[in-house]
């Protein structure tokens, strides 16, 4: 398995797998260029997990400037997807992995993340890799 930036060109791949997060489909053309917008934005880190050219993973973070105490950055992870048949094979564990590294480059102090109430094998994952349960709230622009 190999970790990388996903590009442009991974569109269609994720698109499928992010299909499989939000099950609806999503627009191949606004995917392409928010990903080519995104690129260009050393803040965003779009993480892939690509086993024989196939995405089977992905992550994002957002390194965000906080403007309390010494005003460092934090990271905020969104879209954590791993292919169904993947589950139970460490994907999610080695995006973790190399998103938190890169935070850490970013010199971010905390990260944190929102995941669906129902979500329980994920929180029970957020939970091995470190993150403490805390209360957040979430609401929608229509």
Known sequence: MKIR??????????????????EESG????????????EQKEEYGLFGAFLDGEL???????????????????????????????????????????LERWAKEKECYYAILVSGMIRERAHSFYEKMGFTKETGFRKYYE
Request: hydrophobic letters at 45%; one cysteine or more; a negative charge.
């Open 5 to 22: 930036f996903v590009t442009k060109q991974d569109a269609s791949m994720l698109l499928s797998l992010l299909e499989q997060l939000v």
């Open 27 to 38: 627009d191949r053309e606004a995917l392409e260029n928010t990903l080519e917008m995104l």
């Open 56 to 98: 089977i993973g992905f992550v994002m973070g957002i390194c965000c400037q906080d403007i309390c105490g010494a005003c460092k950055s934090f990271l905020v992870i969104e879209n954590v997807i791993v292919d169904k048949k993947f589950h139970g094979k460490q994907v999610a564990q080695r995006l973790f992995e190399e």
